[in-house]
């Protein structure tokens, strides 16, 4: 998938706005682009940067293929300047690199574009000292502040920035981007449904605890669904086998909402479970149930999290799980 398509892919409406704001050289001298991981906040940021200096931009739009465009999204065009977090936040000292640079005309041009990610693990002195720009900015500079966290941020530094609040990606977005990068349709499906974060599914993708726990899960559940003993045997010897740590649950927890979610949608007419390899059992056998039951059931599913916070056992919570389902379902 070329960089152009992701952006695309990831925030469309944005990608029209801004190319109308180079292309009528009406940007702002600063922005923060306020969203969850994944949401294209560096790749926008990169588009933009890209839009701005490339060789070949039409109606604002990077070409892509030029020199400029490549070395821009290498990290390599010297009037683009990134700064990231060095170790757990982002230092005075790399801000006043910053302040440096803003002071000096382009190297290549008389136009600058900076790019802080991770701009909420500012120091607080880091912070006010990137307030005099933002307060006084000079020459042709544009600063993208890019942010999971705009509330962490000081309210003097969002106050002179526009922000721009990124949308999560859509289901059907992640498992697009999942598979443009060779992730099986069915694995990205179901990662698609499970986060909203590209980041996120890309770790869950290369976890190798990922696919025995999800196909484990379906049988657990299949089980239950079936009124089969062998759901309450399975606890034991099929998930909690393969919980070893905090994250292991996580996932396993996870699945099982996603489960609880699922079952009610293909009750009420979705035509795709999350859960493709099992949707026509899954199918089948919820179409025995009645609504109001697996409505019910759903509702077991969400109660794990309340027992959880309260500190009952984990393979506790999920023995209490299946018993409970077993009784809703079949009465």
Not at 104 to 130: C, W
Not at 206 to 234: M, T
Not at 258 to 267: A, F, N
Request: glycine share 4%; net charge neutral.
């Amino acid at each position: 998938m070329t960089a152009t398509n992701k952006v695309k892919n990831l925030q469309p409406r944005l990608m029209n706005y801004f190319a109308k704001l180079v292309a009528t050289k009406k940007l702002a001298h600063a922005y923060l682009f306020a969203g969850p991981e994944g949401a294209g906040k560096r790749e926008l940021a990169v588009w933009i940067a890209q839009g701005i200096y490339c060789e070949h931009a039409a109606a604002g739009r990077p070409c892509l293929e030029c020199s400029e465009c490549h070395r821009i999204a290498a990290g390599n065009q010297p009037d683009v300047v990134y700064v990231a977090p060095d170790g757990l936040s982002i230092k005075v000292e790399q801000i006043r690199f910053l302040k440096d640079e803003f002071s000096k005309s382009g190297v290549e041009s008389n136009k600058k574009v900076f790019i802080i990610e991770n701009a909420e693990k500012m120091t607080v002195s880091a912070a006010n000292s990137l307030l005099k720009f933002l307060e006084e900015p000079s020459g042709q500079v544009v600063a993208f502040l890019l942010t999971t966290q705009p509330a962490a941020l000081l309210p003097t530094i969002v106050s002179r920035c526009q922000l721009f609040e990124l949308q999560p990606l859509s289901a059907r977005q992640l498992t697009a981007l999942l598979e443009a990068e060779n992730v099986p349709r069915e694995k990205a499906v179901l990662l698609g449904r499970l986060t909203n974060s590209l980041e996120r599914a890309r770790q869950l993708a290369q976890a190798p605890v990922f696919d025995k726990l999800s196909g484990s899960v379906c049988q657990w559940y299949l089980h239950i669904l079936q009124n089969d003993w062998r759901c309450f045997v399975e606890v034991q010897t099929k998930l909690m086998a393969e919980v070893t740590n905090k994250e292991d649950e996580k996932i396993l927890l996870d699945l099982l909402l996603l489960l609880g979610k699922d079952s009610l949608e293909l009750t009420n007419g979705e035509k795709e479970s999350a859960f493709k390899k099992y949707q026509t059992r899954f199918a089948e056998q919820l179409a025995g149930i009645s609504s109001a039951r697996v409505a019910e059931g759903t509702e077991l599913f969400l109660q794990t999290l309340y027992l959880l916070r309260i500190n009952v056992s984990f393979q506790n919570t999920i023995e209490a799980l299946t018993l409970k389902l077993c009784r809703c379902y079949h009465g």
